[in-house]
């Protein structure tokens, strides 16, 4: 038997923090107002802008955890909620299934159960109305359309006399062709026929350069969207004190102060140093010391950088990881002018990229000057993660911020290769001619 392996025996050990993606933590902090904004919304009905929400924010922001949150608020007033936890593909099906889903976790219910499923329940579920309709209308040889899928559940819970949340996590995966004919669709459904379904969405903030600005999708355009913003120091003080001493465990004033400085504005990293540290010193029956937080911070450093940066990094592009990395090693911030001669180019030719970097929270831009903002890759890992991984990236060689590189004289070492971007081409001319770059 492994020695002290015998001690987890026999206890019940709770931990109150949920370091998963996605689980629902026992403090949810930092997200007032965004539950506050889009529920007065859901409440106002269809008329009201904010029925149809995305939230936006980069991995680690708990954009799964507030968008479970709201559902299950939802559900607690007698909504019927639509999950598609990702949209990997064949939407019109996962939608079909999900609504069946939602729809038959009413019909096993019977009237008493379906009033006791919250004391806060604002709307009676007319189960009567419910049960054997979709049955009905799903037939084995009916097709299954977007159109045919929600104008079913539109009548259901109309006539239920309640209103259902379609959320959908992962928006960012959802294939723009499909995204295009099912928004079009829910548009007819909750702003012309002013149905009861309302829509909420999450997905990464690299979506307002895509998916988001798509101009043959104008319900998403017109989608109200929420920033999910770095947790302040208040924020990750309560998100740990209050579970800590919910559940019967005390930690030091010091010990605290430094692990909610450590969480750097992250509810992931909240959830994993709290997590951690509990673990650590066998709370509740041992009182969390610096020691246990110092510990508790350097593991939640690799879970870090194992579940938000490796895949942030493996995101992307080659020039992406290139300016990242003369950023990271400038001490963390250089002139967009700086960044132009490092690239030899006008700083209007990095304009596009910039701002992809900037939307996506890698950077933050102001007054001519980019800087880290570290809430994926801290500006440290950077360096490590280029010399260890290189910065070669692994994604679509044809995507459209691929095709092209600056200056790449590995593959012409004879060639001055430098890009010019009025021509968009490299220069074909030998390493340190004389006058202007040509590229025939």
Not at 126 to 138: D, E, M, P, T, V
Not at 183 to 202: I, M, R
Not at 248 to 272: D, T, W
Not at 357 to 367: G, M, P, Q
Request: charged share 20%; hydrophobic share 35%.
């Amino acid at each position: 038997m492994i020695v002290g392996f015998d001690r987890f025996w026999g206890k019940t050990r709770p931990n109150p923090f949920s370091p998963t993606f996605g689980g629902r933590p026992s403090e949810l902090v930092g997200r007032d107002y965004q539950i506050e904004q889009i529920c007065a919304g859901l409440a106002s009905g269809p008329s009201d802008p904010k029925y149809l929400s995305i939230l936006l924010g980069s991995r680690g922001t708990g954009k799964t955890a507030l968008l479970n949150e709201i559902g299950e608020l939802a559900e607690k007033n007698g909504w019927i909620l639509v999950r598609i936890p990702s949209p990997h593909g064949g939407l019109a099906q996962l939608l079909d299934s999900a609504i069946g889903d939602a729809i038959n976790k009413y019909e096993n219910l019977d009237s008493a159960s379906a009033e006791s499923v919250s004391t806060e329940r604002t709307l009676s579920v007319n189960l009567g109305a419910i049960k054997g309709q979709w049955s009905k209308r799903r037939t084995a040889d009916s097709p299954t359309t977007f159109s045919t899928s929600l104008r079913n559940l539109a009548e259901i819970v109309q006539a239920a006399g309640t209103s259902a949340l379609l959320h959908i996590d992962e928006l960012h995966a959802i294939d723009r062709q499909e995204a295009r004919v099912f928004f079009s669709e829910l548009q007819y459904v909750t702003n012309v026929d002013k149905q009861p379904v309302a829509f909420l969405g999450a997905c990464l903030p690299e979506a307002k350069t895509t998916l988001l600005a798509d101009e043959k999708n104008t319900f998403l355009q017109r989608c109200i969207k929420y920033n999910l913003p770095a947790l302040n120091n208040a924020d990750a003080l309560r998100g740990l004190r209050v579970p800590i001493h919910s559940a019967g465990g005390n930690i030091e004033i010091e010990p605290l102060k430094a692990a909610a400085q450590a969480v750097n504005g992250s509810p992931y990293r909240l959830q994993m140093i709290g997590y951690n540290a509990w673990a650590i010193a066998g709370a509740p029956e041992t009182i969390i010391d610096m020691d246990t937080v110092n510990l508790a911070i350097a593991e939640a450093d690799k879970q870090t950088e194992d579940n938000i940066s490796l895949p942030s990094w493996y995101d992307l592009s080659t020039r992406d990881r290139e300016l990242l990395q003369y950023v990271a090693e400038s001490g963390g911030i250089s002139s967009i002018e700086h960044l132009a001669k490092s690239y030899r180019v006008l700083p209007k030719d990095l304009s596009d990229q910039i701002r992809r970097l900037e939307v996506s929270e890698h950077i933050h831009v102001e007054n001519g000057t980019v800087s880290l903002t570290g809430r994926t890759i801290p500006a440290e890992l950077i360096s490590k993660l280029a010399n260890k991984l290189g910065t070669a990236s692994t994604s679509n060689p044809l995507e459209p911020h691929e095709t092209h590189r600056y200056l790449d004289p590995a593959k012409n070492p004879n060639r001055c290769n430098n890009w010019m971007p009025l021509a968009k081409a490299k220069c074909v001319l030998r390493t340190g001619h004389s006058g202007r770059c040509r590229s025939k």
